[in-house]
């Protein structure tokens, strides 16, 4: 499980990130919202232990992840422009990451035959088109079976189909107990897989809970509805446990 605690983040003068207390369960899809420049991507090189917080925790199992390299080992990221070295073929990019990883990426060829990228092994990276390119990246980030899956607007430049592979594939890893992080702008999507809802504004969390229970609260069907309610009505609703 992760569980973040009292997390502040600031820069120089900014205050990127105030107060932020969540926990994901295994298993569970979340959903983090907000709108541009609300503390999103603070929040996942946090999560990812590339920024460094100014105060707080951010625990996995238990354990503070600060210093902990072990810990990235078990995030798979799929990052929203990925920025592959342009030279390097598919092929290649995943056999650079498993001797980095020193793991042998058992669902590499799994991934590989899902997402259609047999024809494409050998070309240069950056004479693929975008939606291939992002299809290299979630086999990145799922080869290695990754036990927290954080999720950069994944489905950005895939057509339908992959889009709609990728998503049953994560929702097949959270059956197994994945602990997923899938952030979007496309609140449709997002509610058709995830359970969980963080929705961040001015860099703080102002929701933390179920789909279910924001819903509830909004008095709306859609969460798209219960969004635009939650952004005008400004309200802070703390975390209870699913």
């Known amino acids: ?33 907000g709108p541009n420049a609300c503390g999103k991507t603070t929040l996942i090189k946090s999560l990812l232990g590339l920024v460094v917080p100014t ?30 070295p342009s ?9 650079l ?20 990228l047999g024809p494409f092994m050998k070309r240069a990276l950056g004479g693929l088109s975008v939606g291939t390119r992002q299809k290299v990246s979630a086999v990145a980030a799922l080869m290695f079976n990754p036990r927290i899956l954080i999720l950069d607007e994944p489905t950005a430049g895939l057509d339908p189909l992959a889009a709609a592979t990728f998503k049953a594939l994560v929702v097949s890893l959270a059956k197994n107990d994945t602990t997923v992080i899938f952030v979007s702008h496309v609140i ?29 609260i909004m ?6 509805e219960s969004i635009l309610e939650l952004v005008k009505a400004e ?8």
Request: glycine share 10%.
């Open 55 to 84: 105060r707080g925790q951010i625990l996995f199992d238990g354990k503070d992840i600060a210093g902990s390299y072990g810990y990235r080992e078990e995030i798979g990221y799929m990052p929203q422009n990925p920025d592959f």
């Open 235 to 242: 309200t802070a609703v703390p975390m209870h446990g699913k």
């Open 188 to 216: 449709l999507e997002l509610e058709r897989v995830v359970e969980q809802i963080l929705f961040l504004l001015d860099g703080k969390l102002h929701f933390a809970n179920s789909v279910t229970e924001l819903r509830r």
């Open 1 to 33: 499980m992760i569980e973040v605690r009292h997390l502040y983040k600031t820069f120089g003068s900014v205050q990127a990130l105030s107060d932020i207390s969540f926990s994901v369960k295994p298993g569970v899809i979340t959903g983090l919202l």
């Open 97 to 116: 990451l498993r001797a980095v990883k020193r793991d042998s990426g058992l669902r590499q060829d799994e991934c590989v035959e899902l997402f259609g």
């Open 87 to 95: 030279n390097l073929s598919p092929r290649e990019l995943f056999a």
């Open 219 to 224: 008095g709306k069907e859609s969460l798209e």
